[in-house]
């Protein structure tokens, strides 16, 4: 089977630096529940991995 990769690029430049982990934490879940909401079919279910510390 065929995996596709969707790359995001979002402008991030003027956002607090505080703010980016708490921001992206929020994007990946609102995607994730998006793909679930839409039965969005992958076999490398869950699509997002955990961010490196």
């Known amino acids: 089977m065929a995996v596709n990769t969707l ?3 979002l402008g991030a430049e003027e956002l607090p630096p505080s703010a980016l982990d708490a921001l992206s934490d929020a994007f990946a879940a609102g995607i994730e529940k998006a793909c679930k909401t839409l039965t969005f079919p992958s076999p490398m279910w869950p699509p997002l ?5």
């Open 7 to 9: 790359l995001l690029e």
């Open 49 to 53: 991995l955990p961010r490196a510390v």
